[in-house]
């Protein structure tokens, strides 16, 4: 049943979403936000754990798909021998949480096809199969807390617990299709109007899109990727609280077969502060403002109870457990709902909190009282914490660890710290703070480092590479032309790199509480294509960006990892961390390119980001590595 993961189309609404496959099979579903239960769970098993499939009946000559430009409709034709026809897919905007639509209109583009629909509902991820009765205008399936009604001119017909139907489609005709869910307790919603949908759904995206402050010119060869990764990160966001998800989907294994299989439809702060300031260097300055207050609220009270992540809303007990129904994508199982993680101590995300709310205040967001006193609350907790082993930023099952990027990280928190206080004249125990940073900074070169390596290492008092060590210059720990720097750069392209990509770490060296290996992590080879951006080596930066384009599927997506021996992607589904990696990379090379007279302009005043802050997106490169003088 399943099918490569570059298979999958998605498009959303901001409160959930949907993956489309080329066949024109929606496998993946969940209603009526990102993390509930799925209702189409073929993705994860076969064609009864639910699937909905509207494509040609006989025999399909060609595929292609795209976006409608700027937006998450996706349009997907179909070349028959008897003519061709376009299924277009959309979530339109919703007016409340209680009524989520999916639309698909099938428009007759040339000669007549005979279409086949069916739909498979099963809510509670494939496990229970509803009631299902007529309507006027179609169908409407009950079961538990969830109701789903679909509308259609179209005859439906009941089979083998599913429903089909049959039609032909000739050259200008549209035939629509509305799935919309809501409590099985409260009345359907009372709109139908698809046609609208589309065109109010086309055009907010479009008007999204257009806010969009990237100097990079339509023609750039870049445009088209940056744009389809800000969209699909703007998409992972759950409109109603700001929270931004990891990722689309739970259990795309990261092997094929094997047991690292992870629910992604969660808030982590790690991911979500990097999504945003992907999202703010853009010039969305909203979202994060929208962020800012989901995390005030998400992480209110004792900040010794922070988590690392969090539900949609802000939810706090993320308890993982397995689908034991469900056979899993390629028959990785488990199928895990809910994360382990939430409980983990990764002492990371104080400096990425600190950080982006340092960004906040850079880009003028209004002053907020409350995220101060928070920050001072954060700070004074670390205290207690930096120098303790933990779980680190790659969430290890293994058992804790002193890890050199979360020692990094508290420096962040503290630096930033120090330069609200500096830049912005707000108030805290300042001289402490730098007491501290000098410490950990201390900590961090003597601890952190192995002579034997010529490298920073993953962790203290062991000899592992860690590709999260490639962030040491982009946060402004040492500049770029520390030879420390250099060779560590250099020690993850000798050590961490199969096939030109990056591996996270290596399974073997670092023992992560997990069998099995994994493909390469996108994200960490967009840090080197920042690494070598910063250490002047441009042409190597702009080939690997390059190569990170060119595994994209048809439709500018991308997952997690990917694996140079099956060259497939591998991982959850669209990801968040691999296009915040492709946005800011492509941030950083931009601001080499270009007239010395620009690149120095955008150098000095980058557009959108501000000159000192530092974290992962700055182009940040020293005007004396810029491309003349690497060449
Ligand atoms: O590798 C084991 C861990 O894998 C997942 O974590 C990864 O995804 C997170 C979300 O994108 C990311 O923040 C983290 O850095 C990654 O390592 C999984 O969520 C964990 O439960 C698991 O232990």
Known sequence: MSR?????????????CALVARDGSIDWLCLPR???????????????????????????????????????????????????????????????????????????????????MDLVLRFDYGRTTPWVRRTDHGLRAVAGPDA??????????????????????????????????????????????????????????????????????????????????????????????????????????????????????????????????????????????????????????????LQIMYGLAGERRLTETELPWLPGYEGSKPVRVGNAAYDQLQIDVYGELMDALHVGRKFMLEPSEASWRFQKLLLADLEGKWNEPDEGIWEVRGGRRHFTHSRLMAWVAYDRGIKAVEDFGLSGPVDRWRTLRDTIRDDILSNGWSAKQNSFVQYYGGEALDASLLLIPSVGFLPPEDTRVIATVEAVQRELVEDGLVLRYRPDDTPDGLRGAEGTFLVCSFW???????????????????????????????????????????????????????????????????????????????????????????????????????S
């Open 148 to 305: 789903v009604e679909l509308s259609t001119p179209v005859g439906l017909q009941g089979k083998d617990m599913r429903t089909v139907a049959t039609f032909s489609i000739g050259a200008g005709a549209e035939v629509p299709f509305t799935l919309s869910w809501h409590p099985s307790y409260l009345p359907a919603s009372r709109r139908w109007d698809p046609a609208a949908q589309l065109h109010e759904t086309e055009r907010w995206w479009q008007e999204w899109s257009g806010t969009c402050t990237f100097a990079l010119e339509k023609q750039h060869p870049w445009h088209e990727a940056v744009t389809r990764s800000l969209i699909t990160l703007k998409a992972l966001t759950f409109q109603p609280t700001g929270g931004i998800v990891a990722a689309a989907t739970t259990s795309l294994p990261e092997t094929i077969g094997g047991e690292r299989n992870w629910d992604y439809r969660y808030c982590w702060i790690r991911d979500a502060t990097l999504t945003l300031l992907a999202l703010v260097s853009s010039g969305y300055r909203s979202e994060a403002r929208d962020w800012r207050e989901w995390l005030l609220r998400a992480a209110a009270g004792d900040p010794e109870q």
């Open 4 to 16: 490569p993961i570059e298979d999958y189309g998605f498009i959303g609404n901001m409160l959930s």
């Open 34 to 116: 990102f993390d509930s239960d799925a209702c189409f769970a073929a993705l994860l098993g076969t064609r009864e754990h639910g699937r909905w499939k509207i494509a040609p009946a006989g025999k399909i000559l060609h595929v292609s798909r795209r976006y409608r430009p700027s937006t998450t409709i996706l349009e997907t034709s179909f070349e028959t021998p008897e003519g061709a026809v376009t299924i277009i897919d959309f979530m339109p905007l919703a007016e409340d949480e209680d009524h989520v639509d999916l639309v698909r209109i099938v428009r007759g583009d040339r000669g007549r096809v005979e279409i086949d």
């Open 528 to 630: 080197l294509v920042d690494a070598l951006t910063m250490i002047g080596r441009l042409e190597e930066a702009e080939a690997l960006f390059e190569r990170l384009l060119s595994l994209r599927n048809d439709v500018g997506l991308l997952a997690e990892e990917y694996d140079p021996r099956g060259k497939r992607q591998l991982g959850n589904f669209p990801q968040a961390f691999s296009h915040v990696g492709l946005v800011n990379a492509a941030h950083n090379l931009i601001a080499t390119q270009g007239p010395a007279e620009e690149r120095a302009d955008r150098t000095d005043r980058p557009a959108s980001v501000p000159q000192d802050t530092n974290c992962l997106r700055q182009p940040f490169v020293a005007k004396s590595h810029q491309r003349e003088q690497a």
